[in-house]
């Protein structure tokens, strides 16, 4: 079994947002918090390798008989006590701090914080300080990518704004601690007390494998009444209403009497009762970590290729929990199915024929049923029989480590 090192490095420190908040309420955490964020959180970089700097040279002049080192100890530690008092006079009053962020990114790509500060007209000429943004400690699957962000010196406008980048490396909705803004006292060794900005929500998602061309669903499913907003001009016989003509429009589903009243060509559109649905099943029974990433990547590699389609995805089954959702055809959206693979974590086999009994429901609006697939077995065949029975077509993609090392490499897919 891989052991993940980074994970270990921050064993102690919690991951969700939940235990940390816990930890804050925790009587450890009222008294180690004030004294974390009071001293060491008013130290800028600079000062806290001035400290380290300065605690060398006081262990070097201890005995003051035999060397001078206490005297430049002295003089440091003077320098960083004379910083820390002055930098509890700048206080950002009447500062806003927000931190801005896109809902979602993929593993292992970069994504952009955007911290802006903001003050009123009556405090801009008090603000003559430059201001230093800091970023929350990051989760073990977290990494800063660059050094420290420029410094905020607000304008006339009195809005300013800096950025930070980062990247994880592991799906899941990522609650980050606030950014916090403070402004800096001269010399740079120490800043005044801090703001904070709202907390920040990220979706990490996984990647989408690249799947060009999957075994075509030729069988459409009656729907009655249709799907609300799924619309399309002619190919039906229900008529739901007319609408402005747009150029590739067939010209015999103009609609004479309305385009003689109002002077304005219109079609035309019929609502459409018959439909190719999809359901996706993802087998999440994994004991080898990077197997499982590679199903998650495929799966959505999966969804992505139908929903580009005329084809709706109509079920997200991971393990034996079923998402109901419809993705293609301007009715969803792919990220609606990646923020819920986004939090698949290995489960075990369901008992046999649950995953069925679940699917029953469903199974008579879809025209096909496409099954990522970890492994051969048993279960796997009776599910396949299940859903074959009902005449509707299954389709089981296994992963095996061939499939994974393509799906890892980004290689075309198809089947």
């Excluded at 649950?354 to 879809?366: E, G, K, Q, S």
């Excluded at 599910?383 to 029975?389: F, N």
Aim: one cysteine or more; glycine letters at 8%.
């Amino acid at each position: 079994m891989k052991i993940d090192f980074a994970r270990l490095n921050h064993i102690l420190i919690p991951k969700g947002n939940e235990e940390r908040e816990r930890f804050r309420r925790s009587l450890l955490g009222r008294a180690v918090t004030p004294l974390v964020s009071v001293f060491w959180g008013s130290l800028t970089d600079e000062g806290r390798t001035l400290i380290v700097v300065t605690l060398l040279v006081g262990a070097f002049g201890v005995d003051t008989r035999q060397a001078t080192a206490y005297v430049f100890f002295s003089v440091l530690a003077g320098l960083l006590a004379g910083s820390f008092v002055a930098a509890r006079r700048l206080r950002l009053d009447g500062v806003a701090v927000r931190a801005f962020a896109p809902r979602r990114v993929t593993v292992g790509e970069p994504v952009t914080f955007t911290i802006a500060c903001s003050a009123p007209k009556e405090r801009r000429d008090a603000l003559a300080h430059p201001i230093r943004v800091r970023g929350p400690f990051l989760t073990w699957d977290g990494q800063w990518l660059d050094e420290a962000p420029r410094e905020i010196v607000l304008p006339e406008s009195g809005d300013g704004e800096t950025r930070m980048r980062a990247k994880f490396v592991s799906r899941g909705l990522h609650h980050l601690d606030p950014f916090t803004a403070a402004a800096v006292a001269p010399l740079g060794i120490a800043c005044g007390p801090r703001l904070s900005s709202e907390a920040v929500k990220l979706h990490v998602v996984p990647k989408i494998a690249n799947v060009v061309r999957l075994p075509e669903a030729t069988s459409a499913r009656h729907q009655p009444g249709g799907i609300a907003l799924a619309s399309k001009s002619g190919e039906a016989m229900d008529l739901l209403g007319v609408r402005p003509y747009r150029p590739g429009d067939p010209v015999r589903d103009l609609h004479a009497r309305t385009w003689a009243r109002t002077g304005i060509p219109v079609v035309r559109e019929y609502q459409q009762e018959y439909f190719t649905r999809v359901g996706v099943v993802l087998d999440t029974d994994a004991d080898d970590p990077d197997r499982l990433e590679a199903a998650i990547e495929l799966a959505a590699g999966v969804i992505a290729h139908l929903s580009r389609g005329e084809t709706l995805v109509d079920v997200l089954v991971v393990g034996d929990e079923v998402h109901e959702l419809t993705v293609g055809r301007s009715l969803g959206y792919l990220d609606q199915a990646l923020e819920l693979l986004a939090s698949v974590d290995a489960v075990r086999k369901a008992p046999p024929g649950a995953l069925l009994r679940r699917l029953r429901p469903y199974l008579d609006r879809l025209s096909s049923v496409v099954v990522v697939a970890l492994g051969e077995g048993e279960e796997r065949r009776s599910l396949e029989r299940g859903i074959t029975g009902r005449g509707i077509v299954c389709t089981t993609l296994v992963v095996d480590d061939a499939l994974a090392e393509a799906i890892r490499a980004g290689e075309a897919l198809s089947w």
